[in-house]
């Protein structure tokens, strides 16, 4: 199982950014991909943004043009600038990913992550 360990979220007002990061204990250019996701209070966890080893990358329509999700494969770290934050962005802010063989990656996957980090809160205040 590898292990995921997010940092750098914290409190900041409206229009502020933060810059999370998610160190790996397995070399994150051979996942299948990477991503984070989300959980404000009281609501179901919500997707953020991808990136597969193909470098495809996705976001959700809600954070589009204010988050960039980008990775330092030397430092097995996975990353999500956020930028004109928004009350709304509050939430637990949880990196995740998948590993596997290339075959798998590539011919099996279904696209779901199988290893989650704990998570690290983003707070917005208006």
């Known amino acids: 199982q590898v292990q995921l360990a997010e940092s750098g979220g914290g409190s900041v007002q409206t229009g502020g950014s933060l810059k999370l990061s998610c160190e790996a204990s397995n070399k994150i250019d051979s996942s299948c991909g990477m991503g984070w996701y989300r959980q404000a209070p009281g609501k179901e966890r919500e997707f953020v943004s991808r990136i597969s080893s193909d470098g495809t990358i996705r976001y959700a329509d809600s954070v589009k043009g204010r988050f960039t999700i980008s990775q330092d494969n030397a430092e097995n770290t996975l990353f999500l600038q956020m930028n004109s934050l928004k009350p709304e962005d509050t939430g637990l802010y949880y990196c995740?990913?998948?590993?596997?063989?290339?075959?798998?990656?590539?011919?099996?996957?279904?696209?779901?992550?199988?290893?989650w980090g704990q998570g690290t809160q983003v707070t917005v205040s208006s």
């Open positions: 995740a990913g998948e590993w596997g063989s290339e075959d798998y990656c590539s011919e099996t996957w279904n696209g779901l992550f199988g290893s």
